[in-house]
């Protein structure tokens, strides 16, 4: 078959997978049946197994190759020969992207809501509720951190390697698969991304490869924010694909971990957002919760705080802003302010629960 006409009829079919994602978008239990309890579990541990040998990851040379094969048939567009037949090139090689994008992963962003799943009664919180699940939340925080340094006004300093904790990683699913089964996770592949400074540039701790089922961790990130986010990374592996969701089952897996300093990285991770919220909400009421706050934890959400600030520049807002816009039109409403919809989660989560 004559290759344009090959390209002609992937963008006809793109066209198509684009309507048919809106329509199957609709049907959360469909998705959440079928597919990410269903296909999805045999396609992403089919691709762990196949690139979880490798040391380095597969998705981000792909990245790189697909980038180029892009830039190149927009390159030969502009040079104004056969436009036509360059225009189905770019949409045909898009189509194909398209396919395997939703396939491999992204159908997980239309599944049910995990509080469906966990049956966790969702309502909205007061302002008092922030405040008293904060202060619950700083005493166990501050409990752990004393467990591990003694001395609670110095900051933890965690003597394994990133290799070392990614590879530990896997275990505290398995512990979190003992209460919740739906967690399952085996054939691990996590990987430090090829791309973590620039990453840090634009403001990202890592994300998940969609087309090869790697989950990519920012290999420069401060260590004690490590643990919890590469179980955030593999909460996505796992088929959740809500940032906000994502968050809260890796703060599960990291909380649930038989390792202290993961429990720790977990309880830090849920801090820094709870604190944060307070902030936003009410700054006099911030200011007495910190307070309470060990100052050896202060130093490490500092730590954190002038780490990301020390890449602050211009270019950061539109990526984040790119980021945004890719989640709502996946049916992510919230955009990145999704991430801190965590709360919601933990307050209502806790409301039966000891923390």
């Not at 792909?62 to 040079?79: D, E, Q, S, T, V």
């Not at 592996?237 to 720790?264: K, P």
């Not at 307070?278 to 934890?297: A, H, M, Q, T």
């Amino acid at each position: 078959m004559n290759a344009n006409k090959v390209y002609k009829i992937l963008t006809a079919l793109l066209v198509m997978q684009w309507a048919f994602i809106q329509l199957i978008a609709l049907n959360h239990s469909f998705i959440e049946t079928y597919y990410s309890n269903g296909v999805y579990l045999y396609i992403s541990r089919f691709y762990r197994v196949l690139f979880g040998w490798v040391s380095f990851s597969v998705g981000d040379l792909l990245y790189i190759f697909l980038i180029f094969i892009i830039a190149k048939l927009i390159i030969n567009l502009f040079k104004f020969k056969d436009i036509k037949n360059s225009l189905f090139k770019i949409t045909g090689t898009l189509s194909v992207i398209f396919f395997f994008f939703h396939l491999n992963w992204a159908l997980n962003y239309f599944r049910q809501p995990i509080s469906e799943t966990l049956n966790i009664s969702i309502s909205n919180y007061s302002n008092e509720d922030l405040i008293d699940f904060t202060k619950r939340l700083i005493i166990k925080t501050n409990k752990v951190h004393k467990h591990l340094v003694k001395n609670d006004t110095l900051l933890y300093e965690n003597s394994l390697s990133k290799n070392k904790i990614k590879a530990i990683a896997p275990t505290a699913y398995e512990d979190l698969e003992k209460k919740y089964v739906q967690f399952a996770y085996k054939n691990s592949t996590v990987k430090h991304s090829l791309f973590s400074i620039p990453l840090t540039y634009m403001g990202f701790a890592g994300y998940l490869n969609p087309l090869t089922n790697e989950a990519q961790v920012n290999s420069l990130i401060p260590k004690n924010n490590y643990p919890a986010t590469v179980c955030h990374e593999i909460a996505h592996q796992v088929g959740y694909a809500s940032e906000s969701e994502a968050n809260f089952i890796g703060y599960l897996a990291a909380t649930h971990s038989r390792e202290d300093y993961f429990n720790y990285s977990g309880y830090l991770m849920a801090l820094r957002y709870c604190i944060s919220e307070v902030y936003r909400k009410d700054p006099n009421s911030f200011e007495e919760l910190k307070l309470l706050i060990s100052k050896g934890i202060l130093k490490d959400l500092k730590q954190s705080q002038e780490f990301w600030e020390s890449y602050n520049n211009w270019t950061e807002k539109y990526f984040k802003s790119f980021y945004d816009n890719y989640l709502k039109a996946n049916k992510q409403k919230d955009g990145i302010v999704g991430y801190s919809k965590m709360v919601t989660l933990l307050i209502n989560y806790y409301k039966t629960k000891e923390l």
